[in-house]
């Protein structure tokens, strides 16, 4: 059981890491190339990070269980915005201190992994729950 979460966390870290080079690179690029300022390109490099994440926590940490697509999409969907939410006010609070939006990378990477530990971590073994019995499709001969 130990073994299978720590196979869990770390390919969960790796798909974190991707999500988060395609996080950093959309928010590098939009506040060196377009000019925007790191709090209103915070979010959309956000959201361009999660989908990264679903397909990398689907398919490597979480091994594909069999649950129903449709429903892992809506439940991961609540999961990161509420993430997206935290991490939206942790970055901000990171943001007040002297000098650190000259750092916005490094106070993005704290706020994520705050956030990922203390929250999106544990609520994905919620939404990428292996099906169970009951929540299998019937036949139509059975009953």
Same mark, same amino acid.
């Given at each position: 059981?130990?073994?299978?979460? !720590? +196979?869990?966390?770390?390919?969960?870290?790796?798909?974190?890491?991707?999500?988060?080079?395609?996080?950093? #690179?959309? !928010?590098?690029?939009?506040?060196?190339? /377009? &000019?925007?300022?790191?709090?209103?390109?915070?979010?959309?490099?956000?959201?361009?990070?999660?989908?990264?994440?679903? +397909? &990398? !926590?689907?398919?490597?940490?979480?091994?594909?269980?069999? &649950?129903?697509?449709?429903? %892992? @999409?809506?439940? /991961?969907? @609540?999961?990161?915005?509420? #993430?997206?939410?935290?991490?939206?006010?942790?970055?901000?609070?990171?943001?007040?201190?002297?000098?650190? %939006?000259? *750092?916005?990378? &490094?106070?993005?990477?704290?706020?994520?992994?705050?956030? *990922?530990?203390?929250?999106? /971590?544990?609520? *994905?073994? *919620?939404?990428?729950?292996?099906?169970?019995?009951?929540?299998?499709?019937?036949?139509?001969? %059975?009953?």
């Amino acid at each position: 059981m130990l073994r299978a979460f !720590l +196979f869990r966390l770390i390919h969960s870290a790796g798909a974190g890491a991707v999500a988060t080079l395609v996080d950093l #690179g959309s !928010l590098t690029a939009m506040v060196s190339l /377009f &000019g925007l300022s790191p709090h209103v390109a915070n979010v959309p490099a956000l959201l361009l990070g999660s989908l990264v994440m679903f +397909f &990398g !926590l689907k398919r490597f940490a979480f091994r594909d269980r069999g &649950g129903s697509v449709r429903r %892992e @999409v809506a439940l /991961f969907t @609540v999961v990161q915005l509420v #993430g997206i939410v935290l991490s939206a006010l942790v970055f901000d609070a990171l943001l007040r201190f002297p000098l650190a %939006e000259r *750092w916005y990378v &490094g106070a993005r990477l704290a706020a994520n992994n705050v956030v *990922w530990l203390g929250f999106s /971590f544990p609520a *994905w073994h *919620w939404v990428f729950r292996a099906r169970q019995e009951s929540d299998a499709p019937r036949s139509l001969s %059975e009953p």
